[in-house]
């Protein structure tokens, strides 16, 4: 038995039919940010069937209008070339008055999410048909890749006792295919957005997404969409003012609400920011949706702008070792964590005062991250890395969600401790509990999982 053809047999028996409820849209926000890292592909049909390809996926709009600006889009193989708007649903075009807007003049594909409840024609001011091209459900779901809810309650659950009864080689077996299954969504994942947007671009996302952590993975992936590499490169030493500006972080009379130790830096930031400015800062509804409160302050995304910036100038050695064909963890992770940043090795914050020691730039715990959840599905999907050389891994701790994990499949962090030493084996917990404990609604209790295990070999 395959890990996918338990999926499948669990959620999708044959001969099943059952309407699912549609879960909320995601914000729009979330939605843009998808759209333009190729999360949806390249390929679409409009409402009137016509053939979409998309050649270029444009720039953020930074000022009022529609989203995106200097896309390219072959329809029916006639390229088209200007501003892309995409909405939550068909609607929207006449509610939010695009249809009088001489900013949608030019507009040339209209993405949707959600079909209008009747018809609907998508015109101009000047009374021009927009193609129009609408995201199903289940393109949406592949490219969110998100349970129907955040978390399960942390109590042992029924898969305790199936799991307990299962030979340690049967577990083995269970984890290495959970394991896998989750490297190849998120390769396919990866490969998109460097279809989308070239290699470079790819890992630069992907990297500020693991940095963002937690609560502001989003905002840190739509920073580096704002302010993209190549973008950043030509900016040369302006390049770190760039990024705390597109961030949002700068303002004129910062620096005097800062400790001393800290205005230079800030002053400096500025006085490169403000000649930059025009090309990269944003109207205030397209601002940046940044989460501070509740984040630890090694987290702070003041940090975390701080450390995407110190690899920027780091570049060509951090790519060299990242997407290195075969490609080594260890290398990749003592670099990350040698970075140094004359400000952000003393400060959490912007305005903060300098810490007594030093603080790591990139942790190795962020390090490990990245390579789990981005680099090494890459590397394995491309050959530069055998499944084995990932069981070899190991993990310095359990965080939360592991810990959660834990609890929930095997009853304790004691009983599932053989399962919480390597890298691959928290991948795997991790999508058994995404794809299970996440997926249920009965608290355990109608969950078809604990009887499949009994099956497992």
């Not at 794809?435 to 969950?447: H, I, K, R, W, Y």
Request: hydrophobic residues 40%; aromatic residues 10%; contains cysteine.
């Amino acid at each position: 038995m395959t890990y996918g053809f338990l999926l499948e047999s669990i959620w999708h028996p044959p001969l099943l039919f059952a309407e699912t409820a549609v879960s909320a849209l995601p914000t729009e926000l979330e939605l843009q940010a998808l759209w333009f890292s190729g999360a949806f592909g390249r390929e679409f049909r409009t409402t009137q069937g016509k053939n979409v390809k998309i050649v270029q996926f444009g720039e953020w709009n930074r000022s009022s209008g529609p989203d995106f600006i200097q896309a390219a889009v072959e329809i029916d193989g006639e390229l088209l070339t200007g501003p892309l708007e995409l909405d939550p649903d068909s609607s929207s075009w006449e509610a939010h008055g695009h249809a009088i807007n001489p900013a949608f003049r030019d507009v040339v594909l209209h993405v949707v999410f959600q079909a209008s409840a009747r018809d609907s024609f998508i015109r101009t001011i000047d009374h021009r048909e927009v193609p129009q091209v609408i995201i199903t459900d289940m393109q949406l779901a592949d490219a969110l890749n998100r349970p129907q809810r955040e978390v399960a309650i942390a109590h042992p659950g029924r898969c305790v006792y199936p799991l307990k009864h299962l030979s340690m080689s049967a577990i083995e077996s269970l984890l290495n295919e959970a394991a896998m299954h989750r490297a190849t969504i998120k390769a396919a994942r990866w490969l998109k957005t460097s279809e989308a947007h070239g290699r470079d671009a790819a890992l630069f996302q992907s990297t500020a997404e693991t940095l963002g952590y937690r609560g502001n993975s989003l905002a840190m992936r739509l920073l580096a969409q704002r302010a993209p590499l190549e973008l950043l490169k030509a900016e040369g030493d302006a390049a770190e003012a760039v990024l705390f500006g597109t961030a949002g972080f700068l303002s004129p009379h910062l620096h005097e609400l800062a400790p001393p130790d800290t205005r230079d830096y800030l002053r400096g930031l500025w006085d490169a920011w403000w000649k930059s400015r025009a090309r990269f800062e944003v109207t205030p509804n397209r601002a940046i949706p940044w989460k501070s409160h509740g984040q630890r302050p090694a987290n702070h995304p003041h940090r975390r702008v701080g450390a995407l910036a110190a690899l920027v100038k780091s570049w060509p050695q951090y790519r060299r070792l990242a997407l290195a064909r075969p490609f080594a963890v260890k290398p990749l992770v003592d670099f990350l964590h040698s970075l140094d940043h004359d400000f952000w090795a003393t400060h959490h914050t912007l305005t903060s005062t300098a810490s007594p020691r030093r603080i790591a730039v990139f942790g190795r715990s962020h390090a490990l991250e990245l390579a789990a959840n981005h680099l090494i599905p890459l590397a394995m999907h491309e050959g530069g890395m055998t499944f084995r050389a990932y069981q070899k891994l190991r993990n310095s701790s359990a965080n939360d969600k592991v810990k959660r994990c834990s609890l929930r499949l095997f009853g304790s962090e004691k009983a599932a401790s053989p399962w919480t030493r390597r890298v691959s084996h928290h991948q795997a917990l991790l999508q058994l509990y995404q794809d299970f404990c996440l997926e249920d609604f009965s608290d355990c209790n109608d969950c078809p999982f604990p009887e499949q295990l009994l099956q497992w070999k």
